[in-house]
């Protein structure tokens, strides 16, 4: 069974439009799978492994499955003096799963970024790229439990 | 374009516009390091090992990259220049994650090549075996005999094999001496014209002779004894090393041409003075033979074990029935006084130890041996007194239970009170330890009685060397031919005019850690058929048999068990240790591995290829590989993966290099570490 | 109602839609009768976000609406006293807002509207000036590199003229990586034009004829703003400069803090890892596919219409000897009103901290410029002007705008700790010193809070610390130890009590701190104990620290405050 990867063919292919073309990729396919790759150096005509090389670099493509939820804690300089290691611990805790991890059902994953720019909410999370500000235990304990009834 | 001027080291150079200030300065013949530079391909700038500094700026500039204006100023050796370059190396040992040598050749006192002489030996060829194992230890047949197997104890296979199943390195050494040691000869250097008088013919004075001929020094050895071997004849029983093999073992020193005087006593028979005037140089390697005192009443009635065992041996390992019989000591001397008189006849023999058998420091094999001969074993028991009775001696005992820790880290014993208790024996040994008798008044002595000698050139005065047990105190025989060949090269080096404290070898040495330490996965498998089989059995006598005779206890191997035995190591060190530039520089710059301590690359390596290994853990990541496919070969096989401290080169999806790749050699060629080599070892 | 409600603007950056903005929209939409509703970007006052501005006849009126019950919105509709916002007398005295003049007061995605308030007319006059006129101005402007370097603008402007090539490119820097910093994003989101006609000015004071905007993607509101505009700009023309339509791309950023380097952009933008490469040769001489490139950040860029609409001599006049102009900065950490604020360069940390930012005199600490990449300042210094080269002396840097407050309650080991966390795992990878040695600095600073510090580390710290920036290629690496090397220099005390007391006296590692209830004010809710993770909450109230993982989940749901933490060694252990 082959993906099909034609969301490529709207991009030019020079291959100065890599990154691009993953990005394109991931949004539609929501990570970057290993034929994803293979597809991409064919329609850019570069190696494969060159194509994995830049994949890797970048901390934006995912390699597997998220899940339907992705949940990503701010950990920039003001949400992190406002305490969202304490945070990343308690939605830790709560779903049993550690940053960068996926839970069992492929329902919530887990990961941190540098910063949502939104700093003057710290501390914040975005869950599918919705940012939630002001965040205290019970406000974000408060979000997963609504997520989960999704 | 006009030439430019460049100042480097003070230098005034004249350079082509354009060029690099490494360029300009190594056509100049100033040496600066490098490892991510490389002419075939673009410029990395990586490693930042070729750091020079931009006098002007005050900046450090990678010199493979930067181009210097006219009238530049730059400086390549300053103690500033040479830190940062330090610093560099010591960032890239920290996380380097290799073994250059072998853990066994670490282990070994005289620092033999084990893994290239147990892997000659798997291939069959013993004689190229003896030749490698001759460059270190130059008594093999002895040695190969008695030795307690530092190696072995270190040797990564007791983690795949259990402990205690380490290769069987040491029986390599035996087989290889006794199937090849009368035909094998070494290439022998011109003499030089300068000679040495060695004062000592055992483990150490032999080896001084072997090494200073070996660099084309002739010798005269003084042996105060009847016949040459020290320790390996008067001291180390016959059925541990028949004195018919040691005698075999000592006549090519007679075909190297190294002459031996017996019945020659140090300020008896000839002086110190007298030496140090007729020859160029004196060695002293008269070893440890005073005994030392149990500090009990009644001592003097005990018989020291050292002299006791020096009585039978010259006495050709015959005597009487020491009837009861009572040890007291746990070294290997007292097990050599126990299953001594066990084999003289004894029935009833005894060793009294005041720690417990686990602080016995002894080999454990010989404790076994003793116990399978019927040894009676008294553990925490100290004797406090020794008189003479009616039936025999009486000595006095004291239980003892272990306290703290002393300076050796072992537990102290501490006396039970009230615990006393007498046991009658016909015979007492005392073999507690030994000391150095300094031989000449002139000879300083250190504060355990031995003989004062500097700690890195072995040189106690003058052109006076010392090497072995009068220096070290009583150790091994494998420890007394490495401190003969420290001396022998510092003996060549002052006779050379050259400081002896200089021309000692301090490699450094990365490890992946002790196996102690360490898991199954963290061990890389050059090949991927290494042997799983148990370690091969010895060939022992039956202890009823060797009970009653001095033969042997143990025979030597077959070839055949051998050859299997050798496709069990599993070849730890590293493939191009003799080329890595990290390494190279590491030890011009003064680097260590241990100077910055942090999380070593976990990146895993890569052995499925046929004839490559990739072993990323070593990768320092300066890319000349990646960019001598895809720039040179023009193939891309490889590509950087990751970032920072994770980032590692790979082949696609982390698989082996494809079909492919024409394995041209070019990466391996140009890795400046090791990280892609062959897999086939020199 | 004589009073009549003309529109209603509704801040709608992504500050705005994360303080609940877009909920609030819908119901305004629901509730107001017609009355014109309209999204705009972010006036920069994030701590009352959402934020609306109602226009009347008689003037607008600003509401923080907090929550979206009935007769909070009803108040609105009736321009009611209540939950009015305005804006401190004294910030307004101490700001001076030029660049985001129009933030959050236009829409973002109407070109007219930009117009209308004098867009695009600095870009008219440019070209009715020679290009070597415009750069001249741009010089007597003073103006510098707002992305941190704070390399004179109009010089790189004059140098990228002077190069002949097939094609010159323009690039603007939207990678706005620093954790803590979003004036780029605020700039984008609410006023794309004013940054796309500062480029174009750029391209033809350089006759540059390729635009790229390498913007992050996690800035999605600001990426799909600046596509409306761009394709507003063609539709109008205003993309034609000397008769060429100039192309203008955008380039999403996959997620690196190294891309804000010159070389590391370059590389990303051409579809590669984002490595950097020795300099020279520097993009202006090789760049982009090896054509001349320059690069300039958002701020920068927008900084440009202002002085060309102005002239760089009135420009000039803010600001002080060495930096000229006025700075946006995104004020927040442990402050009253975080935000984006824009003050003349010149102005003292102590105004903007206290006066702007309403931080409490007493509780502040220090104050961090410059992201990862820069100091923590004490607060005795406070009176130091914010400038290129007063920062920099101080061992900060001005850095691209991000000011992180840090209160008394902060530890300043775990804050260096965190940016060395940051900033190795960000490392490319290329350079020794940068790869290893910011992961060995950060282990070492993981040691010290963990409460396994030795004396020797700190001067591992200093030592390493000072290597890394003489042996790193790019900024980041040169800058990275930064934060390690200034808390060192001002806070050292917390080092040493970390390591010689074993203790963290701000609180803050857990490692070094235990927690305890206050008996005395405990009403015995048991909240604490059903909400522990690790059971550590006995049935008499007592935490056992033996247990207890320090993740303030107690002290959270304590609904008297009565859960604390405390020195170590004073909370109770079982074991």
Known sequence: MSTDYSCLEQIDKNPGNLIKGLQTIQAEHSYIADEAIVATANYFS??????????????????????????????????????????????????????????????????????????????????????????????????LKEYRKK | MANITVTIDGKQLSAAPGETILKIARD??????????????????????????????????????????????????????????????????????????????????????VEAYVRAGRDGD?????????????????????????????????????EGGAVCINDFKRLAADLHYEEYMEELPELNGKKVAIIGAGPAGLGTAYYLRMQGFASVIYEKMPKPGGMLRYGIPEYRLPKDILDKELNHFNKLGIEILCNQELGKDVTLDELKKDFDAVAITVGCWKPSSMRTEGEELAAPGIEWLEKIARNGWKGKNPGRTIVVGGGNTAMDCLRTSVRLGSDNVQCFYRRTEKEMPAEDIEILEAKEEGVIFNFLTAPVSLRQGENGLILTCRKMELGEPDASGRRRPVPIEGSDYEVEADTVIA????????????????????????????????????????????????????????????????????????????????????????????LVFLRNDISDEPRVEFDFLPPAERKHTMDEVSRTLTKENMMKEGERCIECSCTSRDECKLKEHSESYGAKPDAIKGEKIKAGYDNRHPSIIHDRMKCIKCGICVKICKEVVNENLLSIKQRGFSAKVEAAFGQPLPDSCSECGECIEKCPVGALDWKIKK | MSNRIKKIKVGMASCGIAAGADELYKILEANGNGIPLEEVGCIGHCYAEPLIEVETDAGSIFYSVTDTKQATIDNIFNLGEASRFGISEIRAAKENVKITRLCGRISPTDIDEYIANGGYEALQKAQ?????????????????????????????????????????????????????????????????????????????????????????????????NLKIAIDQAYERKLNVINGKPLEIIIKEGAGAFVCGEETALIASLEGKRGMPRFRPPFPTDKGWNDFPSMINNVETFANVPVILAEGGAEYAKIGTEGSKGTKLFALAGDLENPGLIEVPMGITLAEIVFDIGGADRDSVKAVQTGGPSGGCIPVELFDTPVDYDSLKSLGAIMGSGGMIVIGQNRCMVETARYFLDFTHRESCGKC?????????????????????????????????????????????????????????????????????NRQCEALECPALVDVEIKQDKCIKCKLCIKNCPVNAVSDDFVIDNTLCTRCNSCIEVCPKDTIFRCKKGDGYYSG
């Open chain 2, 431 to 522: 073999a507690i330890g030994q000391k150095t008798a300094i031989p000449d008044a002139t000879i300083p002595a250190n504060r355990w009685g031995d003989v004062e000698a500097d700690k890195i050139s072995q040189q106690v005065n003058d052109n006076i060397f010392a090497a072995g047990d009068c220096i070290s105190g009583a150790a091994t025989v494998v420890e007394g031919v490495a401190g003969a060949f420290r001396v022998a090269n510092s003996i060549a080096a002052y006779l050379a005019d050259i400081d002896p404290t200089t021309v000692h070898a301090d490699p450094i040495n990365v490890s992946r850690g002790h196996w102690r330490n360490m898991a199954i996965d963290d």
């Open chain 2, 28 to 113: 100049a013949g100033i040496q600066i390091p490098t490892l991510c530079h490389n002419e075939k391909i673009s410029r990395t700038t990586s490693c930042f090992v070729c750091v020079v500094k931009d006098i002007k700026s005050g900046r450090f500039l990678p010199s493979c990259s930067a181009c210097p204006a006219d009238g530049g100023e730059y400086e390549s050796s300053s103690a500033e220049v040479s830190d940062m370059r330090r610093s560099a190396l010591d960032l890239l040992l920290s996380e380097h994650n290799g073994d250059c040598e072998a853990p066994c050749t670490i282990a070994c006192p005289a620092h033999a090549d």
């Open chain 3, 128 to 224: 009715a000036m020679s290009s070597a006129e415009v750069i001249d101005e741009v010089k007597i402007s003073g103006l510098r590199g707002r992305g941190g370097g704070g390399f004179p603008t109009g010089m790189k402007w004059g140098f990228m003229a002077s190069k002949e090539a097939d094609e010159k490119i323009i690039i603007c820097n939207a990678d706005e990586g620093d954790p803590g910093a979003f004036m780029d994003r605020s700039v984008m989101e609410s006023v794309p034009h004013q940054l796309i006609e500062g480029m174009l000015i750029a391209a033809y004071a350089t006759g540059s004829n390729k635009l790229f905007i390498y913007c992050r993607a996690e800035y999605p509101l600001a990426i799909k």
């Open chain 3, 432 to 500: 020794t010193f940068c790869r290893v040695g910011t992961k060995r600095m950060f282990e070492t600073l993981e040691r010290i809070t963990a409460g396994a510090g030795e004396i020797a580390d700190i001067n591992f710290l200093e030592d390493m610390g000072t290597k890394v920036r003489s042996g790193s290629l790019c900024g980041l690496g040169q800058t990275a130890p930064n934060p390690v090397l200034a808390t060192l220099c001002y806070f050292k005390d917390e080092y040493l009590s970390h390591i010689e």
């Open chain 1, 46 to 143: 570069m190696a494969v492994v060159e194509v994995e090389g830049v994949v890797s670099f970048y901390a934006q493509f995912k390699r597997t499955q998220p899940g339907k939820f992705q949940i990503c804690v701010c950990d920039g300089t003001a949400c992190h003096i406002k305490g969202s290691t304490l945070m990343l611990d308690w939605i830790s805790t709560e779903l049993k799963i550690a940053d960068g991890e996926t839970d069992a059902d492929g329902f919530f994953s887990l990961e941190t970024a540098a910063c949502l720019g939104c700093c003057s909410l710290a501390p914040v999370m975005s869950v599918n790229g919705k940012v939630f500000g002001n965040l205290d235990r019970k406000a974000t304990l408060k979000i």
């Open chain 2, 126 to 162: 013993f004689l190229k075996s003896l030749q490698i194992i001759k460059t270190r230890i130059p008594l093999p047949m002895s040695i190969g005999r008695v030795c307690p197997r530092f190696c072995e104890v270190d040797c990564r296979k007791n983690i795949t094999a259990g």
